[in-house]
Nanobody
């Protein structure tokens, strides 16, 4: 089992920045892909950014490219999402997710952290 705990959400003005953190514990060696998803009120959950530990790649949803950066610190088993130039439409609950090696979908989810961008 893997446990994920997000932090760093909050209220920020449009154009501002936030950094989300996701601390992983448990059988972290079984994890390949770490990802951030978000869900706005009345909308479906959507993928924001992903990072592969084994493949060393990252990818981003078009709506965050150039503004958000996903990274990881293996020493502390933590994944980050640096969010710059925030827009009101970025307001959502942000979830951290982890996929085991060879999984095509997330196997583990964090509890979510609220990000609110005021215009």
């Amino acid at each position: 089992q893997v446990q994920l705990v997000e932090s760093g959400g909050g209220l920020v003005q449009a154009g501002g920045s936030l950094r989300l953190s996701c601390a992983a514990s448990g059988r972290t060696s079984s994890i390949d892909i770490m990802a951030w998803f978000r869900q706005a009120p009345g909308k479906e959950r959507e993928s924001v950014a992903r990072l592969s530990r084994i493949g060393g790649w990252t990818n981003y949803a078009d709506f965050v490219k150039g503004r958000f950066t996903i990274s990881r610190d293996n020493a502390v088993n933590t994944v980050y999402l640096q969010m710059n130039s925030l827009k009101s439409e970025d307001t959502a609950v942000y979830y951290c997710a982890a996929s085991s090696v060879s999984s095509v979908r997330p196997d583990y989810w964090g509890q979510g952290t609220q990000v609110t961008v005021s215009s």
